[in-house]
C-alpha cells in the first residue's frame, strides 16, 4: 500500500510538473513552422501581426499588433519597412522580413536605427533570426509597463564595441536568458506582460527574418478557442462592443457576468472558464 501511495505521488508531481512548465506559441499554429518560428514571408502574416508604430508619440500603442514597427531616432526618420519580398543576406539568402533603418552612426551606446516593439503577455522564450551584410549591434530593451516612455525601457544587452555577429545570418537565440543586474526588469522572462524593444544600432540595414515567441498564457492569438468578437489577453476578456459577458466555471455555474466591453477575470481562481457573449463562446485558461 505504501509503494503504491509513493508511486501516486510521484505521478501526481509529474503531472503537476508538466502543468506548470507548460508554454505556448504565441502565433497561430497555422503561422508558425515545425520549429515555433514565425517567418515574414507572406503579406498574410505581416497584415495579421506587425503595424506602424510612431516613436516620437513616447509610448507603445496599446490597442496596435503584438509587433510594433518605430522609424529611426534621427534625421530624416527613415522607416522601418515589412516587406515579404525583401532578400537578405546569407547563404543561402532568405526572403521576406522587417528592414530596421540605419542607425546615424557608430559610438557606444548609438542605437537610434529603426525598431521593432514587442506587446508580450508573458514570456518563457525569444529568439530572433537577423541579416545584414554587416556586423550586427542591435539592442535589446524591455519595459513592465505599456505605459512607459520609450526613452524610459530598460537596456539588458547593447552591443557596444563588439557585435553579435558579422555579416551574413544569424540566430540571436535565448533572449529570455539576457539579464541586467543593474536596472528593472532584469530579464524578460515573465509570467505577466512584459514589452520588448529592439533597435539597430549600426550605419547597416538590419533584416528579422522571423521571431520565434513561447509564453505561459493561452491568448486569444495563439492556443485558445476565439469568437470573432471576443478576445482574451490572460486577465481581461474584451469585446469590439459593450455587449452582455457570461462566464461560467466547468460545471456550467455563472461565476461572473456584466454589461461590458472589458471584463477582468483576476477575481476568479485559476482554471478554464467558458465565456459567452454576442452569440460567440470561447475558452479561456486562468493562471
Not at 517567418?39 to 513616447?58: A, H, M, P, R, T
Not at 531616432?73 to 519597412?81: C, L, M, N, Q, S
Not at 546569407?90 to 525598431?115: D, Q, R, V, W
Not at 530598460?154 to 557585435?163: C, H, P, V, Y
Amino acid at each position: 500500500m505504501k509503494m503504491k501511495f509513493t508511486l501516486m505521488l510521484v505521478a501526481a508531481f509529474a503531472v503537476f510538473g508538466n502543468l506548470k512548465a507548460q508554454e505556448y506559441n504565441l502565433f497561430d499554429k497555422a503561422d508558425v513552422d515545425e520549429n515555433g518560428w514565425l517567418w515574414f514571408d507572406s503579406q498574410e502574416k505581416i497584415d495579421k501581426y506587425v503595424s506602424l508604430f510612431n516613436e516620437n508619440d513616447g509610448v507603445i500603442d496599446p490597442a496596435g499588433k503584438v509587433i510594433q514597427m518605430s522609424c529611426a531616432a534621427f534625421g530624416d526618420y527613415e522607416p522601418t519597412i515589412a516587406d515579404p519580398e525583401l532578400t537578405g543576406f546569407g547563404e543561402p539568402a532568405k526572403k521576406g522580413g522587417i528592414k530596421l533603418a540605419m542607425s546615424e552612426g557608430f559610438a557606444l551606446n548609438n542605437y537610434k536605427g529603426g525598431s521593432i516593439y514587442l506587446r508580450l503577455p508573458s514570456c518563457t522564450h525569444l529568439s530572433v533570426c537577423l541579416s545584414s551584410d554587416d556586423q550586427m549591434r542591435p539592442e535589446l530593451k524591455a519595459a513592465l509597463s505599456e505605459d512607459t516612455f520609450v526613452e524610459d525601457y530598460q537596456s539588458l544587452k547593447a552591443f557596444g564595441w563588439t557585435a553579435l555577429s558579422g555579416a551574413g545570418e544569424t540566430v540571436w537565440a535565448d533572449l529570455q536568458d539576457i539579464k541586467n543586474s543593474v536596472t528593472t526588469p532584469s530579464t524578460i522572462k515573465s509570467d505577466s506582460p512584459i514589452f520588448v524593444k529592439i533597435a539597430n544600432g549600426r550605419t547597416a540595414y538590419l533584416i528579422i527574418h522571423g521571431i520565434k515567441v513561447l509564453t505561459s498564457t493561452p491568448t486569444s492569438i495563439n492556443n485558445v478557442e476565439s469568437g470573432k468578437d471576443i478576445m482574451f489577453d490572460g486577465r481581461n476578456v474584451v469585446l469590439t462592443e459593450v455587449s452582455d459577458v457570461r462566464v461560467y466555471d466547468l460545471t456550467g455555474a455563472v461565476v461572473m457576468n456584466g454589461y461590458t466591453n472589458n471584463l477582468n477575470l483576476e477575481a476568479l481562481n485559476k482554471g478554464i472558464y467558458i465565456v459567452k457573449a454576442n452569440s460567440k463562446t470561447i475558452k479561456v485558461c486562468l493562471r
